[in-house]
T-cell receptor, first 111, second 115 residues
Framework: QKEVEQNSGPLSVPEGAIASLNCTYS??????FFWYRQYSGKSPELIMS????GDKEDGRFTAQLNKASQYVSLLIRDSQPSDSATYLC???????????FGQGTRLTINP | DTAVSQTPKYLVTQMGNDKSIKCEQN?????MYWYKQDSKKFLKIMFS???????INETVPNRFSPKSPDKAHLNLHINSLELGDSAVYFC??????????????FGPGTRLTVT
């Protein structure tokens, strides 16, 4: 069974600081990696995708991928209270044509 | 102009009843999915359809039956509802299947409560 692991948190970060969310995965063949944000009572919203080793930046968000270490992370710079949500890491299971989700990390930004 | 829509948003029913949830997407995507999210927020795939054909059927009780009348619609029918079926059910869709790309877009969810 292919697995995606995240620290469930809660992760508490002061406003304005950098929030760092981490994810490890078991399938070395995975090629596509995604971060979803889910506010309480709402649906998951795609915020970042990354396919190559290294960093990918989009506004205050940076996704980092290290396939050798089977590790993907999400950095949120200048954290805002509106960033408080659960962040889900998803990894593509190429063989089964599906995404495998981690259990999510609950992030709280304290004003 | 909602991209992925689901009805109903809330569903409260008694054990043993049969219920359906409907999903529609107007993104022109070929692939649609049903997910179950339990109380611990774990999101698990149940089914996927690609252009009306069943692609993924995870270990789901036979009481759950998906149906895709066309590639823009994917419905979920549940027979003989049990307490353990209480969860939020999400529909999602993704662009045509291509190697390494599976960006999925989720509907608003249907919160099912079985009493």
């Amino acid at each position: 069974q292919k697995e995606v692991e995240q620290n469930s948190g809660p992760l508490s970060v002061p406003e304005g600081a950098i929030a760092s969310l981490n994810c490890t995965y078991s399938d070395r063949g995975s090629q596509s990696f995604f971060w979803y944000r889910q506010y309480s009572g709402k649906s998951p919203e795609l915020i970042m995708s990354i396919y190559s080793n290294g960093d990918k930046e989009d506004g205050r968000f940076t996704a980092q991928l290290n396939k050798a270490s089977q590790y993907v992370s999400l950095l949120i710079r200048d954290s805002q209270p509106s960033d408080s949500a659960t962040y889900l890491c998803a990894v593509n299971d190429e063989g089964a044509q599906k995404l495998v989700f981690g259990q999510g990390t609950r992030l709280t930004i304290n004003p | 102009d909602t991209a992925v829509s689901q009805t109903p948003k809330y569903l409260v029913t008694q054990m043993g009843n049969d219920k359906s949830i409907k999903c529609e997407q107007n993104l022109g995507h070929d692939t649609m999915y049903w997910y179950k999210q339990d109380s611990k927020k774990f999101l698990k795939i149940m089914f996927s359809y690609n252009n009306k054909e069943l692609i993924i059927n995870e270990t789901v009780p036979n009481r759950f039956s998906p149906k895709s009348p066309d590639k823009a619609h994917l419905n979920l029918h549940i027979n003989s509802l049990e307490l353990g079926d209480s969860a939020v059910y999400f529909c999602a869709s993704s662009p045509p299947l291509a190697v390494g790309v599976h960006e999925q877009y989720f509907g608003p969810g249907t919160r099912l409560t079985v009493t």
